[in-house]
Nanobody
């Protein structure tokens, strides 16, 4: 079993920035891929950004150019740097890690973008 602990969420004004962190209880150097998802009220959970074991990244069109995903294998942590935040970015953000065929989810962290 792998525990994932997200942090860094909060309330921010439009145009502001936040950095989310997801710390894993197991080494992520062997994780096939890691990703950030989000779910807004009344909407389905959607992929925000993902990064593979080779460092290849993928982003939702709505966040391209504003969000950056990265991983620090030494700290077993994946990050999501979010800049130029918009009210539409308001959601609960979840971290997911996949090892072979098994995936693990964090508990989520709330991000609210509002003036």
């Amino acid at each position: 079993q792998v525990q994932l602990v997200e942090s860094g969420g909060g309330l921010v004004q439009p145009g502001g920035s936040l950095r989310l962190s997801c710390a894993a209880s197991r080494s992520i150097s062997s994780a096939n891929d890691m990703g950030w998802y989000r779910q807004a009220p009344g909407k389905q959970r959607e992929l925000v950004a993902a990064i593979t074991i080779f460092g290849i990244t993928n982003y939702a069109d709505s966040v391209k150019g504003r969000f950056t995903i990265s991983r620090d294998n030494a700290k077993n942590t994946v990050y999501l740097q979010m800049n130029s935040l918009k009210p539409d970015d308001t959601a609960v953000y979840y971290c997911k890690v996949r090892y072979e065929g098994t995936q693990y989810w964090g508990q989520g962290t709330q991000v609210t973008v509002s003036s």
